[in-house]
């Protein structure tokens, strides 16, 4: 192929193996595209390709991707609106037959296997570091571990108590994002050896930070969660190696979190008898 394809907000390059898009910016460009700015998705990662008409005299291009082939569609996991939609093209509708034309040459290029789930991600994440507010803490990703610190202004008291957080890789089995668009949106961290905390309520669950009004957009919190799934899934050690990294806690971290214990306890939130007790705990895990 290697011809081009221009819609709105977007543009799609054939090359041999793969499709580059190219996201426009602009103040009607969604800002998850103008965050994501271009993609490429190889043949191998895609399941189908359709044309349907869409709004307003247009049609829409989507190339369906494979399961298991794209860590943000992953961790999306169907909730992005059409709008937001990456594998969606939206052209004039004077541009069907030139769209149909390159939806034939797509199908053409399908792997034989389009139908199962990809055995690995086909399609790169956003690189970090990266970072997002959200409601009760700030989100940072360094490309090794996920931390999480806490803001006096928003998170609970549970949070406070436990200290800011931070989970090497592997200490981590994936990644659950709710979206912000919607009510009770969070991004919760998945551990490797539960502890139950994945059935705690996430305002509650230190291994998760929520959302709100303005916390934690689509465009900054999506393409961090999809760094994160990436990196977990590439990077997982075998797992003997990870239980010895899980058994030992970073001498920092557990300073951080005892710091923060004092300030419970000389604000009255904690008792003398807390204070003392969970101090003793975080410094056996030295």
Do not use: C, N
Not at 62 to 76: H, N, S, T
Not at 239 to 251: E, G, K, V
Request: no cysteine; glycine share 8%; aromatic share 8%.
């Amino acid at each position: 192929m290697g011809d081009v394809l221009a819609g709105i907000q977007a543009t799609w390059e054939f090359e041999t193996d793969s499709v580059l898009i190219r996201f426009e910016r602009g103040i009607r460009t969604p800002k998850l595209f103008s965050a994501l700015r271009e993609r490429r998705i190889p043949h191998e990662a895609l399941a189908g390709v359709t044309l349907s008409p869409g709004k307003r005299g247009t049609v829409v291009l989507r190339a369906e991707p494979r399961p298991g082939a794209d860590p943000l569609m992953e961790a999306a996991a169907g909730q992005l609106k059409d709008t937001s939609d990456p594998y969606r093209l939206v052209l004039p509708a004077e541009r069907e037959t030139l769209a149909e034309y390159y939806a034939d040459e797509l199908r053409a290029a399908l792997p034989g296997d389009a139908d199962s789930p990809a055995d690995r991600y086909l399609v790169a994440a956003p690189e970090g570091p990266l970072g997002f507010k959200a409601y009760d803490g700030k989100a940072s990703f360094d490309g090794s571990k996920v931390s999480f610190r806490w803001f006096w202004t928003g998170a609970s008291t549970a949070k406070w108590k436990a200290g800011d957080q931070s989970f090497p890789l592997a200490e981590l089995s994936g990644v659950e994002w709710r979206s912000p668009e919607i009510l009770e949106g969070y991004l919760r961290l998945l551990r490797r050896d539960p502890d139950g905390s994945g059935a705690t309520q996430p305002d509650q669950d230190p291994a998760a930070v929520v959302f709100g009004l303005g916390y934690g957009p689509v465009h900054e919190s999506l393409p961090f969660a999809a760094a994160v799934l990436q990196a977990v899934r590439t990077h997982a050690p075998a797992p003997a190696l990870a239980a010895a990294r899980a058994s030992r806690r970073d001498p920092a971290d557990i300073a951080d979190r005892i710091r923060h214990l004092g300030d419970l306890h000389g604000a009255g939130l904690v008792t003398d008898e807390e204070f003392h007790l969970k101090k003793a705990e975080l410094l056996a895990e030295l």
